[in-house]
């Protein structure tokens, strides 16, 4: 393998390293993000917004970074930018490079699937606050004509009776 050559492998897995390291603070983002929503945080959700934004826009610069890897890596190899992925690289490399970039990729893979299942619960645990909070809405603003079911602490299945929560009769 010639240095070139090597030296951009060499720069892929770094921006590899750069991906695994955001996707692994992305996680504890979403997981101190739950954290602040469940104890009504609204200076930690402030903060965390901030260093959301501040780590975007330093992410930005790993893309493209990426992206001109994958186009000199194509143009090294003789092959279109699309067909330039990490399985077909490492079928072209010998060890120990094709190791490392397996082991990049199986990484990447893992904490992709984290990430996504973090989100779900990241994305339930907000629609159900919305749906709390509108339920409350709806009966103090409805004077209570609501045929709204809700389960007690018990859990059984109940429905609101007709009276308001609050008063507005003048």
């Known amino acids: 393998m010639n240095t070139e050559l090597e030296n951009k492998i060499d720069q892929l897995i770094a921006v590899l390293d750069e991906d695994i390291r955001h996707i692994e603070d992305s996680l504890l983002r979403l997981d101190r993000l739950r954290g602040l929503v469940i104890k009504r945080?609204?200076?930690?959700?402030?903060?965390?917004?901030?260093?959301?934004?501040?780590?975007s826009s330093t992410y930005t610069q790993n893309?493209?970074?990426r992206k001109t890897i994958r186009e000199d890596l194509a143009r090294m190899f003789d092959c279109d930018v699309d067909q330039m992925?990490?399985?077909w690289l490492q079928a072209e490399l010998d060890d120990p490079k094709r190791s490392?970039?397996?082991?990049?990729?199986?990484?990447?893979?893992?904490l992709a699937g984290r990430l996504k299942k973090e989100h779900i619960s990241t994305s339930m645990l907000l629609a159900d606050c919305s749906r709390f909070?509108?339920?409350?809405?709806?009966?103090?603003?409805?004077?209570?004509?609501?045929?709204?079911?809700y389960y007690g602490a018990d859990g059984a299945m109940k429905q609101q009776r007709n009276t308001a929560f609050v008063n507005t009769q003048f």
């Open 41 to 55: 945080d609204d200076v930690g959700l402030n903060i965390l917004l901030e260093d959301i934004r501040s780590a």
């Open 63 to 65: 893309e493209l970074r």
């Open 85 to 87: 992925t990490l399985s």
């Open 100 to 110: 490392l970039i397996i082991d990049k990729k199986r990484q990447l893979r893992s």
């Open 133 to 149: 909070n509108s339920m409350l809405l709806r009966g103090i603003f409805n004077l209570g004509n609501s045929d709204e079911i």
